[in-house]
């Protein structure tokens, strides 16, 4: 059975929102909250698909994680040395952030692992990690294209390594920075752009020193976690959509409360301010190590830009929302370095361009960006090609279409945002799902 979103034309957004916990952040407090000594609290979990794929695999090393169901997890941490061999291949799903920073964990234990995932997952490139992994001592196989399903182990002694990611990967950084725990001596990461920090902040709040100096995160292995209690802000990647919604239907008026606004994820916020949008942000606050606020949204005009470079991996996950921005913006918006796009859990410049062209947009797909003309839409029947942003991206788009918008291919959204449809119409969006 196949879920499609319709989505009339027309809505206004009002009123006020918490969009589910963020998922980097969910996956991260599952991971150290394993690794810890002592119990993790943590509230505001995402309950998708990829986070409790982390979660799975987990348990089936052998840690105890109580889950509610609502956001509240209780996780018996097991020290970094106590995880149990799987009896199983790990399954991460569609998760490319549960995959390259579980690998990490993996590389330092004494047993032998395989970790694989869906038809996208299987086909995301591993050797980023893969290369690293092995200079530091690791075991680790991929399959002759670089690609999962990734043997890994067992470890005999990894010493950490000074690397220069050729990317700003904060999945790449991360996997490294997990190796590194289980490291003889220092494990150096040095980032070409600043990429999300949230590892670090999270093994800082577990009591694990990682320093930073410039563009350089190194830690020490050998130390100890301390269980913590952690509070997942609203996804700042979920707010995203109704950033973007609100900003092009008229009369729209919308609050999204304990959003997660750290300084490496709110290239959103301003690359729309730069195309004139009207975002405040209040109550700002800090949780769990992370800076949080509520992001008010209302309607304004918006208009072309040159989206400048060094907030591309600060937005990396909303250039789906963004290029929607865009074709409803006056004049041309040009979006250059961001050829991650084509390797996320679809090829996002390509289903995006396809996506917008066939509701009448002037969008061009380049190797590494896109140019979009805003002009007005009008409705069609869109793909997903099966990836969670690009459902939910294109939905928002037939706000502003001439006709109704049916996005096919909906089911992925599991992953990141369940009550994606019903939380848009709840605020305004004139959406339904429909399976077929
Ligand atoms: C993530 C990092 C980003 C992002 C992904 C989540 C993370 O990937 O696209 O959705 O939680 O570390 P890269 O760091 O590989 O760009």
């Keep these: 059975m196949s879920l499609n979103y319709v989505v009339q034309p027309g809505g206004t957004l ?58 509240a997890l209780r996780i018996v941490g097991r020290g970094l040395r106590g995880l149990s061999a799987p009896n199983t291949s790990l399954d991460l799903g ?44 690791a075991q680790f196989e991929t399959t002759d294209t670089g690609t999962p399903p990734l043997d ?41 752009g600043l990429c999300r920090d949230h590892t670090e902040r999270m093994l800082n709040g577990f009591g694990y020193p990682v320093t930073r100096e410039g563009n350089c995160v190194s830690l020490r292995g050998g130390g100890q976690l301390q269980a913590g209690e952690v509070e997942v802000p609203a996804d700042i990647s979920s707010a995203a959509f109704f950033l973007v919604a609100a900003s092009i239907a008229p009369g729209s008026d919308l609050t999204l409360t304990g959003v997660g606004v750290n300084p490496t994820r709110d290239g959103v916020i301003q690359i729309l301010k730069l195309m004139g949008a009207d975002i405040e942000l209040l109550n700002r606050c800090e949780r769990s190590y992370e800076p949080v606020a509520d992001i008010r949204v209302r309607y304004a005009p918006l208009r072309g830009i040159r989206i400048p470079e060094e907030l591309v991996a600060n937005a990396i996950d909303e250039f789906p929302a963004l ?34 062209q066939a509701l009448g947009a002037d969008a061009e797909a380049t190797p590494d960006g896109m140019v979009v003309r805003g002009r007005e839409l009008r409705g069609g029947t869109v793909r997903s090609f099966g990836d969670h942003r690009i459902a939910m991206a294109l939905s928002m788009a037939g706000l502003k279409a ?30 339904a799902e429909q399976r077929s």
């Design 14 to 71: 009002r009123g006020t929102l918490r969009v589910p916990g963020d998922k980097s952040i969910s996956h991260r407090s599952v991971l150290l909250g394993s690794l810890a000594h002592g119990e993790t609290r943590v509230s505001g979990f995402l309950e998708g698909e990829d986070t409790r794929a982390t979660a799975a695999a987990m348990r089936a090393m052998g840690v105890i994680i109580e889950a509610d169901g609502a956001g």
């Design 94 to 137: 569609n998760s490319g952030t549960g995959m390259r920073l579980l690998a990490g964990v993996l590389a330092g234990q004494p047993f032998r692992s395989r970790v694989f995932g869906d038809a996208s997952l299987n086909s995301r490139p591993m050797r980023r990690i893969a290369d690293p992994l092995r200079r530091m001592g």
């Design 152 to 192: 890994i182990g067992p470890a005999e002694a990894l010493s950490g390594i000074r690397y220069e990611m050729p990317v700003a990967s904060a999945q790449v950084k991360s996997c490294l920075l997990l190796a590194g725990l289980y490291a003889d001596g220092e494990t150096v990461v040095v980032e070409p």
């Design 323 to 356: 290029f929607v921005a865009a074709a409803c913006a006056t004049g041309e918006t040009r979006l250059t370095g961001a050829g991650e796009l084509r390797v996320k859990e679809s090829d996002r410049i390509g289903a995006m361009a396809t996506g917008l």
């Design 402 to 431: 001439a006709g109704r918008v049916i996005v096919e291919d909906c089911a992925n959204v599991q992953t990141s945002f369940p009550s994606f449809a019903a939380t848009s119409a709840a605020v305004g969006v004139r959406i």
